[in-house]
């Protein structure tokens, strides 16, 4: 049997990123993508799942390039109109990205579970690899600061990552039940590598680690596991992953982040600038900043070529 199976872990922006550079280079059927989901939440009475929806937008290429979040086209006669009746206008939600929340959530009451609905918008956008949450039952991540437990999304977007962050915990989590196909997956004889994408290790990919058995099939998996990083000289792209490196005692660094995952990867893919950083897993370099679709496959052929 050849070994083809690529399994990815990946959060939001970063992750689609490099996903989206993946799709380009696996076959859809040698793709499974496992989505965080502890970022999701219920706002207005709807479930939304922001990294499952990123990595749907992206891959179906209905992504928002201007504003580098949500959806393509987006209009906001929604938003406008819950402003002058004086609901909430925190987290914003576009007239398209809505239809996605409000279907989504017709059909979890209903009883669908959320990989089933996941995988039929897909379906029906023509997304070639298979994105599956890490769960369908719910985590949802909650960030400790001065002022207490604060729910994921009031820390993110309602008050835009400025508090300190003493500590993360993944509520449910210890209950919640991984996704069958991911665990499958890696204990598949096909599998050829895992790559966890260049997500924010706390946020993003840390909640997936958070499920009983992920780490443990991970281990036993017998298949490179590389991540890259997504530090590029000591900075992060974009949100708050360095801030929180620094918050939580760690070194900010490419090395910082591989030392934080430590033994359950077996290589690392760092950028150029980050040449010469001492790690502890099989290193290799390329350029990791991902502006263009031929930079996303460029760092996908990269890190597919580093475990082969
Ligand atoms: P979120 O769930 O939307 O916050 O997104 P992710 O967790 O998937 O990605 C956020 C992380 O991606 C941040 O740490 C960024 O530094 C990193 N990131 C974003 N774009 C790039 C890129 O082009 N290259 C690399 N190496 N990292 C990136």
Redesign the pocket.
Same mark, same amino acid.
């Given at each position: 049997m050849s070994r083809d199976l690529i399994v990815a872990l990946? !959060? !939001? /922006? !970063?992750?689609a %990123?490099l996903a989206l550079g993946l799709s380009h280079v696996v076959a859809p059927e040698n793709l499974l993508i496992i989505a965080n989901t502890g +970022?999701d939440f219920e706002h207005l009475g709807l479930s939304i799942s922001p +990294?499952i929806d990123?990595l749907a937008y992206t891959l179906a290429g209905l992504d928002n390039q201007v504003l580098g979040w949500g959806r393509r086209d987006e209009t906001w006669s929604f938003m406008e109109t819950l402003e002058t009746i004086g609901g909430p206008t925190w987290f914003r939600l576009g007239d398209r990205d809505l239809a996605l929340h409000v279907e989504r959530t017709r059909r979890l009451k209903a009883g669908e579970a959320l990989s089933s609905i996941t995988a039929d918008v897909a379906r029906r956008w023509g997304i070639g690899p298979r994105i599956v949450p890490m769960s369908d039952d719910p985590v949802r991540t909650k960030v400790l600061a001065e002022a207490g437990w604060l729910d994921f999304q009031d820390y993110f977007v309602g008050q835009q990552c400025r508090p300190v962050v003493r500590q993360l915990a993944f509520e449910g989590a210890a209950q919640a039940r991984a996704h069958p196909d991911m665990i499958a997956a890696l204990a598949s004889p096909r599998l050829k590598a895992v790559v966890i994408?260049?997500?924010?290790p706390f946020i993003?990919v840390e909640p997936i680690l958070a499920v009983p058995g992920v780490r443990a099939a991970l281990a036993g998996c017998g298949a490179p596991v590389i991540a #890259?990083?997504? /530090? /590029?000289g000591g900075k992060? #792209? %974009?949100?708050p992953?360095a801030k929180m490196m620094a918050e939580l005692g760690l070194e900010v660094s490419a090395a910082g982040v591989a030392a934080r995952y430590g033994a359950l990867l077996t290589h690392y893919m760092l +950028?150029h600038q980050d040449a010469g950083a001492t790690i502890a897993q099989t290193a290799s370099v390329a350029q990791?900043?991902?502006r263009t679709l031929d930079d996303k496959i460029a760092l996908a052929r990269a890190v597919l070529d580093a475990v082969a």
């Open positions: 990946s !959060g !939001g /922006i !970063g992750g %990123k +970022d +990294d990123t994408c260049p997500s924010n993003s #890259v990083s997504p /530090i /590029i992060a #792209v %974009k949100g992953t +950028d990791t900043m991902m």
